[in-house]
């Protein structure tokens, strides 16, 4: 799906880079063509100088988008979560980051989740950045409680896990 989105835009490498910011911050086009996350309005120039672009792209990626009748879906429905992993410390929470051996290999969250689940661990949020739009992929989980001895291990011996950072 998201390989279809950036195809699309494959025309116009500057266009691809705004496409590519939207997706990995959860941002969308309204129906007047602005940039929007959760419904409220981002300037083009701030996104534009996040990317190291040109305003006028930012706008003519937006009205290209609604364009379309298949990206207008996807693109006014878009919706941004809070990511807790950088204020999970003083949440009392605990961050566990999983570096995948294969990304578009299955089944990594799964496992990953079952280890937990069998330490009777909570999991609060849980997210993967998508291998499409990261150089480095990872599943982050993040727990209630801290974490019993052993649970690192486990994650860590998973045959799909190359790494993981607590």
């Known amino acids: 799906m998201w390989s279809d989105?950036?195809?699309?835009?494959?025309?116009?490498?500057?266009?691809?880079?705004?496409?590519?910011?939207?997706?990995?911050?959860?941002?969308?086009?309204?129906?007047?063509?602005?940039?929007?996350?959760?419904?409220?309005?981002?300037?083009?120039?701030?996104?534009?100088?996040?990317?190291?672009?040109?305003?006028?792209?930012?706008?003519?990626?937006?009205?290209?988008?609604?364009?379309n009748p298949s990206l207008v879906e996807i693109f006014t429905r878009m919706r941004a979560t809070p990511d807790l992993s950088n204020v999970a410390e003083s949440l009392g929470l605990t961050v566990i980051t999983v570096l995948p051996k294969n990304a578009s290999e299955r089944g990594i969250v799964g496992a990953a989740v079952r280890v937990l689940s069998g330490h009777n661990l909570s999991i609060r949020q849980i997210f993967v950045t998508d291998a499409q739009f990261s150089e480095e992929p990872k599943l982050v989980i993040i727990?209630?409680?801290?974490?019993?001895?052993?649970?690192?291990?486990?994650?860590?011996?998973?045959?799909?896990?190359?790494?993981v950072i607590i």
């Open 143 to 163: 727990v209630d409680e801290l974490l019993p001895h052993g649970v690192i291990e486990e994650i860590r011996s998973l045959p799909q896990v190359k790494k």
């Open 5 to 67: 989105i950036i195809h699309e835009f494959a025309d116009s490498p500057s266009q691809c880079k705004v496409i590519r910011f939207l997706l990995e911050n959860g941002f969308g086009i309204n129906k007047d063509g602005r940039v929007a996350c959760n419904g409220i309005e981002v300037p083009a120039t701030q996104i534009a100088k996040a990317i190291g672009s040109d305003r006028r792209v930012v706008d003519a990626t937006a009205h290209r988008i609604l364009t």
